[in-house]
């Protein structure tokens, strides 16, 4: 990467090989990051990507402006430490069909990669494709006319075509979203979308293109006019679109690119032919103490993951937390849970609980129900500290902070015990948890003792765009 004060590029931009759709912070604090790294490490071989919005066109008319150059801030405790990145050498609007569909149809295109969030793969509660989404079903009828498709699958299927019938061979779809098995995801929306269009084109796909997963780790918060100013000191130049971000960063990846790929690995991203294991302890250590340190935190009186991980009782329980995660873990966890000591205490870094805390009923699943599923399928008890999670969030959503999958459940905990407020929470999250009532005896214990102090309905929220996902 490179420093300077003026946003003209001194050398020929990399050629576009990458095609990237979600032109969102997070993005380019990752994906932007790693192939900037890349195309310095020496390889003959340069990639450059040409990104598109999802919905808004202001994130590319801002950099277009500086010529898809912006800096990158790195936040440690120590200081702020800006780059510039030049790997993005074309940005456009999302509602630019034509160039889209043209990027698909180039033979040196070679990976196309995403960052729409969970939502914008506009699945049923099943796992497939929602075939009643009224989006979905507009974009069936548009790709249908040869129109332009609006959903993150409609693109896909609509690029994809473009490429079959320009005939320029295999491709390879990325996902850098923050789901599990996020490229089996993109498949099968894809795959599904487009047999509703073309059955053939479908089949063509399934021989073309490859879905690679990925996990994806490296929290990003939104850029602030305070950061833009610390840029325009930093750096001597106005950047309307600057990225900061934490020290920290990882990337696994699962899966074949048929036309090539960059050297990511040069970057540090690994390689590896069983994901599982990455995706399950960055849940189970991150998403899980984020959950723990937001409901727990939150409760007294607190606002930052820094403030909660510097608080004694939150720091204990974060770390029983973890404890009973490694038990069912199969990588190691030392280094990891010593990583996360080091990021959850920056306190430069505003992750803001309030955020982490929304949408528990969809999170707390995959992050602290797992985990007691585990325990008790290895014959460990299910965990206390995982129930104290539960038992928190529970209190959190009684009376009024209901979150979009449990607003029926908060208006029948009104009113109950301790127990009756454990056993529907967990009706609601686990149905099928194993020993439910050993883990509801749990959290009743928790709730029958918890005193919650609600912050202020004031208290204000940064967003944050992360992999490490809120």
Known sequence: MHDGTSWERTQVPAPVRIVHLGLGAFARAHLLCYTQCANESGTAEQWGVAAFTGRSAAAADALARQDGRYTLLVRSPSGDAPTTVDALVAVHDGADEDAWREYFRRPEVGVVTLTVTEAGYRRSSTGGLDLRDAEVVGDLRRLRAGDRALTAPGRLVDGLRARRSAGTGPIAVVSLDNLPENGLVARRVTL????AVDRTLAGWIEQHVSFVSTMVDRITPAATEA????????TGREDRSPVVTE???EWVLTGEFPAGRPPWEAAGARFVDDLEPYERRKLWLLNAGHSLLAYAGLARGLTTVAEAF???TCRAELEQLWTEAAEV??????DATEALRARFAN??????LTQIAADGSAKLPVRIIAVAQARAAAGLPVGRAGAGVVAAWIDH???TAADAG???LVARLRGQGSSSRAALALDTIAPRLARKDVFARHVAERLAVRRPVRPTPSSPTRPTQAGARP
């Open 397 to 399: 959503l009684d009376p």
């Open 247 to 249: 020290p920290f960063r």
């Open 192 to 195: 599904e979308l487009a047999a």
């Open 329 to 334: 873990l199969e990588l190691p966890v030392d």
């Open 310 to 312: 510097a608080d004694p």
């Open 347 to 352: 306190a430069r870094i505003e992750h803001r």
């Open 406 to 408: 449990s607003t029926r």
């Open 227 to 234: 950061d833009r100013a610390v840029v325009r000191t930093l």
